[in-house]
Nanobody, 119 residues
């Protein structure tokens, strides 16, 4: 599975961005796709995800009500709509896919896309 993120940018506080993550290759492996983010000098953390049947979950309390994860099955793409961005949202955002079968890897990662929020 190959994952390609896009959409990162520099934005002012209060602004919005929409990140995308397109999956290709052995996409049958994927059972869920997630968004992580990593602040410089800190560990990568899970923030949200969506299963193949469309169930969403948000694992980072600070994003609830501001970020929305969605998917487009026709293009094997997931999105992260980020509204009311704050400087503390500045990070590199990574897409992750969970592999669910023995012939698949456990995890796949994209290269990351950088989001910078200025105050």
């Amino acid at each position: 599975v190959q994952l390609v993120e896009a959409g990162g940018d520099l934005v002012q506080a209060g602004g919005s961005l929409r990140l995308s993550c397109a999956a290709s290759g052995t996409t049958f492996c994927i059972t869920a796709m997630n968004w992580y983010r990593q602040v410089s000098g800190k560990a990568r953390e899970s923030i949200a995800g969506i299963t193949t049947d469309g169930r969403t979950y948000y694992t980072e309390p600070s994003i609830k009500g501001r970020f929305t994860v969605s998917r487009d099955d026709a293009t094997n793409t997931i999105f992260l709509q980020m509204n009311n961005l704050q400087p503390e949202d500045t990070a590199v955002y990574y897409c992750n896919a969970e592999g669910g079968y023995s012939v698949c890897a456990n995890d796949y990662w994209g290269q990351g896309t950088e989001v910078t929020v200025s105050s």
